[in-house]
């Protein structure tokens, strides 16, 4: 069984840094994507960065030049660092493994989902 924990998550100040983690279980392959995700109250759920095959492809527009995926595989753990952070960045931040295909940005072949870590940023 895959398993997928989300932690590094809380409330920071506009301006300010976070690092979350994904620590994964069951699965030491890179698989087709690891990625983040997020979603915000009554809007839709949107990518935010990926690692295709194991190497960084993708982030979202609004977020690049801010955000930086990255794994360590001796701790099979994904991470997403973050700073510069904005208000506008408040959401859930859900990790995601595909292990066979994927169409970033898109949910298509993602099979595993963490519960996701809430992320408030604060003016």
């Known amino acids: 069984q895959v398993q997928l924990m989300e932690s590094g998550g809380g409330s920071v100040q506009a301006g300010g840094s976070l690092r979350l983690s994904c620590a994964i279980s069951?699965?030491?392959?890179?698989?087709?994507?690891m990625s983040w995700f997020r979603q915000a109250p009554g809007k839709k759920r949107e990518g935010v960065a990926s690692?295709?095959?194991?190497?960084?492809?993708a982030y979202l527009d609004s977020m690049k030049g801010r955000v930086t995926i990255s794994k360590d595989n001796a701790k099979n753990t994904l991470y997403l660092q973050m700073s510069s952070l904005k208000p506008e960045d408040t959401a859930m931040y859900f990790c995601a493994v595909a292990r066979y295909w994927c169409i970033w940005p898109s949910e298509g072949g993602f099979d595993y989902w963490g519960q996701g870590t809430q992320v408030t940023v604060s003016s």
């Open positions: 069951g699965y030491t392959g890179n698989g087709a994507c």
């Open positions: 690692l295709r095959h194991g190497d960084p492809t």
